[in-house]
């Protein structure tokens, strides 16, 4: 798995804020109320950020030799997933609730501050789900100087060898 690269979460940004301002414009114009945000989900993922760090801090003690206790190593890659997955969405969510944010400042011009002031906890809350994933990523990976962390032939994985066949 390639570790998530800063242009990967400016293009999702991007994607995640250009979406926001276009679904506020395009839903108000057709007449609706603009949604609010939910607070649970500003809670949510501030639980998920912590829940995420306590899941990697074990395999980052292991990758830094404390090795008292044997560590799954598809758990490992597991939460490495997620960290990613949590990293990509947290780009997204910031820069949607930034476009929330922007979109009620200008439009009414501090009328809706309030609903604007919780897009911006949203999206806080956001940028440290992002920041999480992004620091729990770098605990899933491993050393350079680490033999197992090539992807030559020595990779570090053992060629696989079958048994002798046994005389009938």
């Known amino acids: 798995m390639n570790r998530t690269r800063p242009t990967q979460l400016l293009l999702w940004g991007i ?6 301002i276009a679904f506020h414009t395009l839903w108000e114009r057709g ?29 980052r003690a292991w990758r830094d030799g404390d090795r008292t206790t044997e560590i799954d190593l598809v758990k490992a890659a597991r939460i490495a997933m997620l960290a990613k997955a949590a990293a990509l969405a947290g780009a997204v969510l910031t820069a949607w609730y930034l476009g929330g944010a922007l979109y009620l400042f200008a439009s009414a ?6 609903a604007g002031l919780g897009m911006l906890a949203a999206a806080i809350s956001a940028a440290i789900l992002m920041a999480v994933g992004l620091i729990v990523e770098s605990f899933c990976s491993l050393p350079p100087d680490d033999p197992r962390a090539s992807d030559g032939p020595g990779d570090g994985r053992r060629e696989r060898r079958d048994p002798p066949e046994a005389p009938a």
């Open 109 to 114: 011009f501090g009328l809706r501050a309030e």
């Open 15 to 20: 994607v995640g804020l250009v979406a926001s």
């Open 31 to 59: 007449g609706n109320a603009l949604p609010l945000v939910p607070w649970p989900a500003i809670v949510g993922m501030l639980v998920l950020s912590g829940v995420l760090l306590a899941l990697g801090w074990p395999v």
